[in-house]
């Protein structure tokens, strides 16, 4: 039986594999400008750094993270995000003891065992982008602006950034007590998930897409109403200089985010072309976050962008597949090894050149070459050949002119960069 890829794990093809390519090359050429550095990590990390990072009772640790035990008997889980791991790999390597502000963004996929649907996979890929050692409002709009410019230079329109402050170890918990007092009286309403989160976690419950959980939480009371003076006056900083960058946002005191590390500054940039799943990107602020992996206390900011979301969201002419610049097709037996000559010669030079490998009459090759979408054809044709020339063919326009084959990279090279 013919063996297909796991459910919710996709292969992206050649045919949109452009649009992946533009993406994370606009990504290094903007974030690159802001001042952010590229980092790698490893997919698989100890199970504990996301269960004291992101946190135990959050939907992402309860119930969608691929943990296994490998063969040593360590516990060990492929990365559901990058947030808690780049923090990691700063405090492990002490990026710190050079400069204490670092700017990082990593590409890569992600893993969550989620019921997939559309615009929700379980092997996913996220652009994400941090600060860690900045306590500053001022790096919390910069990050947003960097953000909302990125998306636009990739062509992104119709979006719309949400904002909200989600408050501080100080103030939090008095809202949460707040909040638990107010839905307890109402705990019938709620389904069995959000009963336990009632007691683990209740503003978890802000993100239940259920029906009668909704209608349960729309009289609720609101975070942003209890909110500390300072965690108040970090949030009209960070809304005074997106206003002075003349940024638009609409404040959405319902939002949550779906994981615990999260103080004051939370966003979300949704896009309302794509249906149920409509979050493009998540982001906030983490004060807390080092002291829960590694006892120290260092402020962090950062986003992540689901690039599948982004891509599905992309304007047509952007990331097209490269065309194939020259099919060289062969008239005669002889001229098999010219084309193998000729097309190595210009696959160094970085022109992307094809030919049969098979002997085919010029009628099949010239088929293959319109298939192909090659903007040019050479035809080797045997008496032309014997004067070291061959015909060149422009595809879109059907011209065709004769060239001396040695002059052939530099008359493409002009063609191709005309065009
Ligand atoms: P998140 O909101 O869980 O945040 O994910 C960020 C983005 O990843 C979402 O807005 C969405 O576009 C995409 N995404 C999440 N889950 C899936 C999925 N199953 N399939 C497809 N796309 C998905 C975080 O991950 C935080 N680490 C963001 C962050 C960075 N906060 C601070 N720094």
Redesign the pocket.
């Known amino acids: 039986m013919e063996i297909k890829a796991i459910r919710g794990f996709n292969d992206i093809l050649p045919d949109e594999i452009g649009k992946w390519q533009f993406v994370e090359e606009t990504v290094r050429e903007v974030f690159e400008g802001f001042g952010f550095d590229e980092i790698r990590i490893p997919i698989l990390e100890k199970t504990e750094l996301f269960i004291r990072g992101i946190g135990e009772a959050t939907d992402?640790v309860e119930k969608e993270m691929y943990t296994f035990t490998d063969k040593g008997g360590s516990s060990l889980t492929l990365r559901?995000?990058?947030?808690a791991s780049m923090a990691r790999a700063y405090l492990e390597h002490k990026l710190f003891t050079f400069d204490p502000v670092a700017k990082l963004y990593c590409i890569g996929p992600?893993f969550?065992y989620?019921r997939p649907q559309k615009?929700?996979?379980?092997q996913?890929y996220?652009i994400?982008?941090?600060v860690f050692g900045v306590a500053n409002p001022v790096v919390d709009a910069e990050v947003i602006l960097m953000l909302i410019h990125f998306l636009r230079q990739v062509g992104l329109e119709k979006l719309e950034l949400q904002i909200n402050s989600l408050g501080c170890r100080e103030c939090r918990p008095r809202y949460r007590e707040e909040l638990r007092a107010f839905l307890s009286k109402k705990s019938f309403q709620l389904c069995e998930d959000c009963q336990r989160r009632l007691q683990a976690n209740p503003l978890r419950i802000f993100d239940c897409k259920v029906q009668s959980c909704q209608e349960t939480i729309v009289d609720a009371p609101k975070v942003s109403d209890f909110i500390c003076k300072e965690c108040d006056h970090h949030f009209n900083r960070v809304k005074e200089h997106l206003s002075m960058a003349g940024l638009e946002y609409v404040l959405n005191p319902k939002m949550v985010?779906?994981?615990d590390y999260?103080t004051r500054t939370a966003f979300?940039v949704v896009s309302y072309d794509l249906g149920a799943?409509n979050?493009?990107?998540?982001?906030?602020r983490?004060d807390n976050l080092f002291q829960e992996i590694g006892g120290r206390d260092i402020p962090g900011?950062?986003?992540?962008?689901?690039m599948?979301?982004?891509i599905s969201l992309l304007p047509k002419n952007k990331g097209l597949k490269r065309p194939l610049d020259l099919f060289i097709a062969v008239q005669g037996k002889d001229g098999k090894q010219d084309a193998f000559r000729i097309a190595h010669q210009l696959h160094l030079e970085r022109i992307r050149a094809e030919f049969d490998y098979e002997e085919k009459s010029l009628k099949s090759q010239m088929r293959r070459a319109d298939k192909l979408n090659a903007r040019y054809v050479l035809i080797l044709g045997e008496e032309e050949l014997k004067k070291g020339r061959a015909i060149l063919r422009n595809m879109a326009n059907q011209s065709q002119e004769e060239i001396p084959l040695q002059e052939l990279v530099q008359i493409l090279g002009r063609k191709i960069l005309r065009d």
């Open positions: 992402i559901p995000e990058a947030t992600m969550r989620e615009g929700r996979y379980r996913f996220q994400d982008a941090e985010r779906g994981l999260y979300e799943q979050a493009v990107t998540g982001g906030g983490y900011i950062g986003f992540a962008i689901g599948e979301r982004l």
